[in-house]
């Protein structure tokens, strides 16, 4: 790995934290992808999460044209997008949550729910990595 590549990796996660650092002390809540996305038709607080979820969407849509290599290098066509989706979507329903509220909120808070949802998360990660590796 380059310094680049450890630059670019320690500013994005730094921009994350801060990010929800700043969403937590402004409006009080958690930056939980999942949860924003699961009620952001909800009347209630709906201008916040259709504001926090546009401004994900614009922010990927300039680093994307900014820097074009950078964003969806690993996406093999609509159909394992959307199944891809699905899963992540019954993952985030059964854990309670999604790595952006358990790994960045939920750990940084102590949460000993998010320790062991994180923990899952990434063991689940590796044996589908090993996994897809192997029929690669």
Do not use: K
């Not at 009080?28 to 009620?39: P, T």
């Not at 952001?40 to 044209?65: E, K, N, S, V």
């Not at 019954?90 to 960045?104: D, E, I, Y």
């Amino acid at each position: 790995m380059s310094i680049v590549s450890a630059l670019r990796g320690l500013s994005g996660g730094a921009l994350i934290g801060l990010a929800a650092a700043m969403l937590l002390v402004v409006h009080g809540r958690i930056a939980g992808v999942s949860g924003i996305l699961g009620r952001a038709a909800q009347p209630d607080g709906r201008t916040f999460r259709l504001g926090f979820l546009a401004g994900l969407i614009a922010t990927g849509a300039l680093i994307a044209a900014a820097l074009p290599g950078a964003v969806g290098g690993a996406v093999r066509g609509l159909p394992a997008l959307a199944i891809a989706g699905a899963l992540v979507g019954v993952g985030t329903t059964l854990a309670n949550g999604c790595t952006s509220g358990h790994g960045v909120c939920g750990i940084s808070r102590g949460s000993p729910r998010s320790l062991i949802a994180v923990a899952t998360f990434m063991v689940s990660a590796a044996l589908t990595v090993a996994v897809a590796g192997a029929h690669a």
